[in-house]
């Protein structure tokens, strides 16, 4: 879970994302969240695929 929290907070910020969309830190904390939750859903979707 770290590493998909980390992965997803550090592309939120090399993209700017909270700053391209006037977000302030809950909702970037709730967006990251969220896209966490997808990349380790995703992850192993592909894990079980192959």
Not at 15 to 33: H, L
Not at 37 to 43: S, Y
């Amino acid at each position: 879970m770290v590493v998909s929290f980390g992965s997803v907070l550090a592309l939120a910020f090399s993209f700017a994302a909270p700053e391209a969309f006037g977000a302030d830190s809950y909702q970037t904390a709730k967006a990251v969240s969220i896209g966490a939750v997808f990349a380790v859903v995703g992850a192993a979707t592909a894990d079980s695929v192959f």
